[in-house]
C-alpha cells in the first residue's frame, strides 16, 4: 500500500464515516434523554433518503429543496413517532418501548416495501456533485468531498444547539435527571420531542448523501446501515454527541481500510462494526469518549 | 400453601397424556398439509418458550433466535448430511474433510446442535451481561448478521447461499412434538424454581434482586444459554423437517415473528408463548391471502408481497400500546384455576 | 464489634458526599444515622452494601474489609437492606418475595430443577418452611399467595423486612422504615423491630428523619450533615447538641 492509495481511502472512509456519523448523532440523543435505542431510526433515514428521491425524479425538484423536503419528512416522522407510540409509554416497562420501536421499524420497512417495491431505485444525482476533481493522483468526486464538509458543519451547529442554546441546556439536563427538569418548569416531553426532529433531520440528511453516493435507495437501506450507526454511538460513548461522530467515523474508516487493504475479508466489512462494539463493551462499555449514565437509583 | 398440589400434578398429567394422544392421532388421520403445519407449530412453540424465558421472564430484551436457529439448523444438517451426499451438493468450494467427516445420529445431532448453540451464548454473555445497559438487543441483532455473513462466506463449512440440501427427514410429529412436550416441561420447571424466582426478580427490580443476594449476571447467563440450547434444537428440527436450509431462511423477519408471538401470548408467560404460536403461525397460514391479489366485489388489490408483515408489525405495535399484557399477561393456565385472597 | 468504617470518603466529581467518617456499630446495637436531607446517609447506606465504592477509607464487617466486593456477594456475608421508597417485586407474591432472599440458601443446582431431581423438592420444602415462620412471626402469614403489592403500605413494609431477614443476616440496614406511617403504625414498627433484633439475633443501623422514632429506638445515633459528622453518641443527648440543632434547624422551621 503507498501512501496515494491510503490517503484515497482515507477520503473515502471520511465520507462513509460521516454518513454514519450524521446517523449515530440521532441514536445517541434518543437514548441520552429516553435510555432507548430507537430501533426505527435507521428506517428514518430510509424514509429521509425515498422522500429525498421522491422530491427529484418524481416531483422534478432542484436538489438543496428535496433535501429540504427530506428533512422537514424525517423530522414529522420522528417527532410524530414519538407522540404517537413513545410517549404514550413514557412510565411502561422499557421493553415494551423497545419491542415497539422494533414493530415501527418492521412497519416502515415493509410498508415502503408494499408502496415501491424491493427493488432498488436509482437516485438522480445531481451532474455537479459527480464530477471529478484530481488533486495529485487522489480522486474525489464532489459529493464525496462535501459529505464531510457538511458533516461537520452541522455537527458544529448541532454542539453550538447543545452548549450555547437554553434549549440544548434543556436536553443535556435530561440526559442526566428527567425530574428535575420537569420540577424547573420545562416540558420534559417537548425537549423529547425536539431531540427526535433533531435527530431524525440529521438521519435524513445522511440517508440524501448515502443516496448520492451509492445512488441508490430500497426500503431495507436502513437495517443495516443503522445497526452499524448504532454500534458506532456505542463506540463513541453512547449519550455524547462528539462520541458518535468519532464511532462514526472510526466504523467508516475500518470498514474501507480492511476492505481496500485485505480484500480476501471483504465478505466481512458488514461484521466490523459489530466486532468492535463487542470489543468496546468488553474493554471500555462506556465508549471512547466515555459518559458514565449510571447514577444512583438508590 | 404453596407446595405442590396434588390436583396440580393431576392435571399437568392429564394434559401431558392428551397431547401424546393428539400427536398420534394427527400423525395417522390428518393429511400432509395440515401436519406440516403442526409440525410448524411443534417447533416454534420450543422456540417460543425459549425465547419467552430470556425475554418474558427474565426481561431481557433480546433478539437471538434467529442466529441460535441458524447455528442448530447448520450443526444437524452437517451431522445428518454423509459424506457423499456432501461431496455431491457442495457447488462452490470443496467441503473441508473434516467437514465431510461429520456424522452423527439425530439425537445426537441435535443435541450438539443445542450445546453449540449454548455455548456461543455464554461467550456472548460475558461482554453483554457484565455491563448494565441495554444493549443485548443490539448485540443479538448484530449476532443474527454475523451467522449469516459467516456462513454465506465459508462455502467449505457451509455450501454459502446456496444452502445445504437433501437432509434426510427426520421430524415428524413424534419428534417435534415430543421435544416441543419436553422444553415446556424443563422451561416451566425453570420458572417454578429458586432460577425462575430469581429470573422474575432480576426483570421486576434488578437492584433489590441483588440487594437480596442474588447473583444477576449468573441468572441472566442461565437465562440466556437455556434459550440458546433449545432454540439451536429447534434449529435442528427445522432443518430435519425442510430437508433444505440456507442463509436467507435466518433473517430478522424469523426473529420478529417469535417476538409478536410472546408479546401476543403474554410476555413472561409460557402457556401464553404456546397460545401465541398456534394462533400465530396458524394465522400466518391464514393470512397468505393478503399478500395475493384480493376481490372485494367492488373492486380488486393487486399481489402485495409483504403486506402480510405490514398487518403484523401493525399487530404488534397495536398489542404493545393498548393490551401490552397480551392474551395471558404473565399468568399460567395453573393459575386460572386459582381463585385466592385478592385478585 | 460487628461493622467499623475507618476514615470513608466518597467523592462524586467535584463533591463530596461523605468527608471522612469513622463509627463502629456494635452487636445487637440499634444504631441510628441521621441528618438533614443530602447529608449523605443513603451514600453511607450504599457504600456498606457495595453499590459504591469509598474513594478513601475502609469498611470492616466483623473484621473483614468489604471494599471492593460485588452487593451480592456482601449479602451473602450477613448485611440485608430495605429501601426508602418499598421496592418489593411487583409481579410476585408475598411468598414469593421472601423467599427471593432464601434462594442462595437453597442447595440445589439448575439442571436439578431442570429434571426435578429430590434435593429440588427437599430444598423448596425447607425455604418454603422457613419463609412462612418468617411471615408469621410479622403477622401476615395469611398474605402468603397474595400479589405483593396489593398489601396495605403497612405491610408492604413488613413484607419488605421479612425478605430481608429471610438472607439470614447479622447486620439489618433499614432506609427510612417509618417514612409514610402514623403514629400508631410507627410504635408497632419499632417494637417489631426491636423484638425481630432479640429473636433475629440482629444488628440494626437505620436512617430516618423522625425524631420520635429514632428516640424510641436507637442506642446510639450518628449525625451527618454534609457528609460530616456532626455528633455521635445517645439520641437524647443528639436533640441538646448546639451543632446537631443548627443543622436541624431548617427541618424543624418546616415541621
Known sequence: MDFLEFTQQLVNGFSLGSMYALIAIGYTMVYGVLRLINFAHGDIMMVGAFLGYFGMAVLGLPFVAAVLLAVVGSASLGMLTDKVAYKPLRDAPKISLLITAIGISFFLENIFNVLFGGTSRAFPVPEYMEYIINAGGIIFTVASLMVPIVTLMLLAMILWVLYKTKYGMAIRALAFDVNTVNLMGIDANRIIMIVFGMGSALAAVGGIFWAVSYPSVEPMMGVLIGLKAFAAAVVGGIGSVGGAVIGGFIIGFTEVVVVAFLPEYGGYKDAFAFVLLILVLLFKPTGILGINFDKSRF | ???????????????????????????????????????????????????????????????????????????????????????????????????????????????????????????????????????????????????????????????????????????????????????????LNVVNSKYGRAMKAVRDDEDAAIAMGVNTFKIKTFAFCTSAFLEGVGGGLLAALLTSISPDLFTFFFTFQLLIIIVLGGLGSTTGAIIGTVLVIGGAEWMRFLDEPMNFGLFETPAMPGMRMVVFSIILIFVMLFAREGIMGKRELTDLFKRKGKK | MILELKGVTKKFGGVTAINDTTFTVNSKEIYGLIGPNGAGKTTMFNIITGNYQATEGEVLFRSEKLNGLKPHTIVRKGIARTFQNIRLFKTMTVMENVLIGFDFQANYTYLESIFRFPRFFGEEKRIRKRAMEILDYFGIAEFADTKAT??????????????????????????????????????????????AREDFDLTVLLIEHDMKFVNQLCDKVLVLDYGKTIFEGKPADAIQDKEVVAAYLGDFAHD
Open chain 2, 1 to 187: 400453601m404453596n407446595i405442590v398440589i396434588r390436583k396440580d400434578q393431576w392435571i399437568n398429567l392429564a394434559i401431558i397424556a392428551s397431547a401424546l394422544w393428539f400427536i398420534w392421532f394427527a400423525s395417522t388421520h390428518f393429511d400432509k398439509y395440515t401436519v406440516r403445519i403442526l409440525n410448524n407449530i411443534a417447533i416454534f412453540t420450543i422456540l417460543a418458550v425459549s425465547y419467552n424465558l430470556i425475554n418474558g421472564v427474565t426481561g431481557q430484551f433480546s433478539l437471538e433466535p434467529n442466529g441460535f436457529v441458524a447455528i442448530g439448523a447448520y450443526v444437524t444438517a452437517l451431522l445428518l448430511l454423509d459424506g457423499d451426499a456432501k461431496e455431491y451438493q457442495y457447488d462452490i468450494e470443496d467441503p473441508y474433510p473434516w467437514v465431510l467427516g461429520l456424522q452423527a445420529n439425530f439425537v445426537w445431532a441435535l443435541f450438539f446442535a443445542g450445546t453449540f448453540s449454548a455455548l456461543l451464548a455464554l461467550t456472548l454473555s460475558f461482554p453483554v451481561f457484565r455491563v448494565r445497559g441495554d444493549y443485548l438487543a443490539i448485540v443479538t441483532l448484530g449476532f443474527g448478521f454475523i451467522i449469516r455473513i459467516l456462513a454465506i462466506n465459508n462455502p467449505e463449512i457451509t455450501n454459502g447461499s446456496l444452502g445445504l440440501n437433501d437432509i434426510p427427514e427426520f421430524s415428524n410429529l413424534y419428534w417435534t412434538g415430543g421435544v416441543a412436550i419436553l422444553a415446556v416441561i424443563g422451561i
Open chain 3, 150 to 195: 396489593d398489601l396495605s403500605y403497612g405491610q408492604q413494609r413488613k413484607v419488605e423486612i421479612a425478605r430481608a431477614l429471610a438472607t439470614n443476616p447479622a447486620l439489618l440496614l433499614l432506609d427510612e422504615p417509618a417514612a409514610g406511617m402514623n403514629p400508631a403504625e410507627t410504635k408497632e414498627l419499632a417494637t417489631l423491630i426491636r423484638s
